[in-house]
């Protein structure tokens, strides 16, 4: 196995405003963006070829991988009109060098991962699977479709998110990371819309293909919405996520050109993008600011996203929001719980006082 491919043409729009400008795997998640992770652990398991399916905002991917030597071959191919998820795999066909009985890795492009890839191959080839899924336990399954096996681990069904407790049968999902025979992919529809979760795995299984899973208990998290962006890119800094991308673990995290008062505190896994600015007495917890933010003298900002070149005025509290780039909140606001700001716009001082429940 030597090749992949990476779904990353998503809108991404649990993340909006972030994704109006850069593309979700593009945003910078623990100092690097977010497919970064992706393609060095693959690396690192032993892929040298990687096809990166793109759509939106497909240009961003090219600039960046233009000027990227990530030590692996890097194939861009772009959709006109986004293909979905099956779509996607399919219009990269011409684009893979595999054989027909070869394994292809496919990757969700917002997983952050510590699966076992070359384990997840092996398995997939042992068993001479048709497709090989990764399958992830979570606590509270209602929010996601089930993925239940039998004893050695065929898949029996994809069932759609669960509405009453009997519904229920198994805590394992669909972590977003498949190895496919090659000639499975010849067989997804060409040239139309196609999810690879409703469409292309109920067929196979009607179809009586040999769809197994492997159950990996360790580290997974879905980065598409704002929590789960910041608390990806906080387990980064601090170590408890796996990537060899990261460029040093602590407390936080400052890029070049980052500049942070003696009596600023930042910490939580933190990332203070390259030219951003943190003011005296500012706190700075559990949160990523993008480059060249500003943080003003005495603002806290807790758990939250700041956008490139946003400015957060002095005193200014955000909990739990989102601010896009180039925005500019003025001094003695309070922004909590989910709030988010759309980029360039601007909030006047002491104007604001958002909570979810206010
Ligand atoms: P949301 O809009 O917030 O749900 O995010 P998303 O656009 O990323 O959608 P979703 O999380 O369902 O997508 C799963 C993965 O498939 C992501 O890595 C997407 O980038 C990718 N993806 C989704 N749709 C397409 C598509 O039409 N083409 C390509 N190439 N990738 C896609």
């Not at 090659?182 to 139309?192: E, K, L, T, V």
């Not at 700075?284 to 500003?294: E, H, P, Q």
């Amino acid at each position: 196995m030597t090749e992949a491919v990476l779904l990353v043409g998503g809108q991404g729009t649990r993340l909006r405003p972030l994704t109006i400008n850069t593309p979700k795997p593009m945003l910078p998640v623990g100092g690097v963006p977010f497919t970064v992770h992706q393609i060095t652990r693959a690396r690192d398991a032993g892929v040298t070829r990687i096809v990166l399916a793109t759509s939106y905002r497909a240009e961003v991917f090219r600039d960046f991988m233009d000027e990227a030597d990530l030590g692996i071959e890097i194939v861009i191919a772009t959709e006109d009109e986004p293909l979905g998820t099956g779509g996607a795999i399919r219009h990269a066909l011409p684009y893979l060098e595999s054989g027909p009985d070869e394994s292809v890795l496919v990757f969700n492009g917002d997983v952050l991962t510590g699966v076992d890839i070359r384990g997840l191959v092996d398995h997939h080839q042992a068993t001479s699977s048709d497709v090989t899924l990764y399958l992830t336990p979570v606590e509270d399954p209602r929010a996601y479709g089930l993925v239940p096996t039998d004893l050695s681990g065929r898949v029996l069904a994809f069932l759609e998110k669960p509405t009453t407790d009997e519904e229920i049968v198994t805590n394992n999902i669909n972590a977003g990371c498949y190895v496919f025979k090659r000639s499975i992919i010849d067989a997804i529809p060409a040239g139309r819309p196609v999810s690879v979760e409703r469409e292309t795995f109920p067929g196979l299984l009607e179809a009586g293909a040999l769809v197994t899973a492997v159950v990996d208990r360790g580290y997974w998290l879905d980065l598409g919405t704002p929590l789960a962006f910041v608390q990806g890119s906080c387990d980064l800094v601090l170590g408890a996520a796996p990537s060899p991308a990261v460029p040093r673990h602590g407390d936080f995290l400052a890029l070049p050109g980052a500049s942070i008062a003696s009596s600023a505190q930042v910490h939580g896994g933190s990332v203070v993008g390259r030219d951003a600015v943190v003011s005296d007495g500012a706190v700075v917890n559990g949160s990523v600011l993008f480059d060249g933010a500003r943080i003003a003298e005495g603002a806290h900002v807790i758990g939250s996203i700041v956008g490139v070149g946003a400015v957060i005025g002095a005193g200014t509290v955000l909990r739990g929001v989102v601010i896009g780039d180039g925005a500019v909140i003025g001094r003695g606001n309070e922004l909590l719980s989910g709030a988010r700001v759309w980029p360039g716009a601007e909030l006047a001082d002491g104007c604001v006082r958002f909570s979810s429940d206010s």
